[in-house]
């Protein structure tokens, strides 16, 4: 089963532009992480936001999380070609359990 | 530093016959996961493993998904035999801690079962 649900599926902006992409579970957690994957490889961690943060930056990367509104979001800034690839939101339900995955953002950066 | 090595990248089988993974984790990490990824939607955890011990199997098939790691260090999960809804990539991915802190993932293996 999958917690975590992207919001929107896909999503196609030009080279510069901002992407956003939400993020909303269903279940208290401990943190949230953000992952990258590009067409046919692994899962690449960007960012880990825990319960107690409402907002994170690395880079380009700026993320929100409400634990009211069960919601994160991921705001990618200038964006470039290079950053065409699925996007991922994990969420940790409880300490030891496992990482639970969203089925994902497709991001489209048009040159 | 090595990343998480996974083998082989792609695999087609019949169904009915017998399949294995092979996942190196990055060194020193003792907690290894597998993970199946179907076209289009997020990785689901199968197992996992910290060091020899499966803490985490409850989404394991068992009639026909098998998994070992031996030493604590390289795992293979096994399918046999195999269907064609196992068609998905296979991905395994390791960490350092026992909280859920970031998952490093293998390029994984596509298999196509016809």
């Known amino acids: 089963s999958q917690q975590g649900e992207e919001d929107p599926q896909a999503l196609s902006i030009q080279e510069g532009e901002n992407a956003t992409m939400n993020c909303s579970y269903k279940?208290?957690?401990?943190?949230l992480q953000w992952y990258r994957q590009n067409s046919g490889r692994g899962l690449v961690h960007l960012i880990l936001?825990?319960?107690?943060?409402r907002e994170k930056h690395s880079g380009r990367l700026r993320v929100t999380l409400d634990t009211s509104k069960k919601s994160s979001s991921l705001l990618i800034t200038a964006s470039r070609a290079a950053d065409t690839a699925s996007y991922f939101c994990?969420?940790?339900?409880?300490?030891?359990?496992?990482?639970?995955f969203g089925k994902g953002t497709r991001l489209s950066v048009i040159a | 530093e090595a990343g998480v090595v996974q083998s082989p990248r792609y695999k087609i089988i019949e169904k009915k016959q017998p399949v294995a993974f092979w996942c190196n984790p990055i060194s020193g990490h003792n907690t290894l996961y597998w993970y199946r990824q179907n076209l289009g939607q997020g990785p689901e955890l199968l197992i996992r493993y910290e060091n020899e011990e499966a803490v985490d199997d409850s989404q394991l098939p068992k009639d026909r998904f098998s998994a070992e790691r031996l030493k604590g260090v390289d795992s293979t999960l096994k399918i046999q035999p195999a269907e064609l809804g196992d068609s998905a990539v296979y991905l395994c991915?390791?960490?350092?801690?026992?909280?859920?802190?970031?998952?490093?993932f293998g390029s994984g293996t596509q298999l196509s079962v016809l």
């Open positions: 279940t208290s957690i401990n943190n």
């Open positions: 994990a969420t940790d339900p409880s300490g030891n359990t496992p990482l639970v």
């Open positions: 936001i825990r319960s107690n943060e």
């Open positions: 991915a390791s960490s350092s801690g026992t909280e859920n802190e970031k998952l490093f």
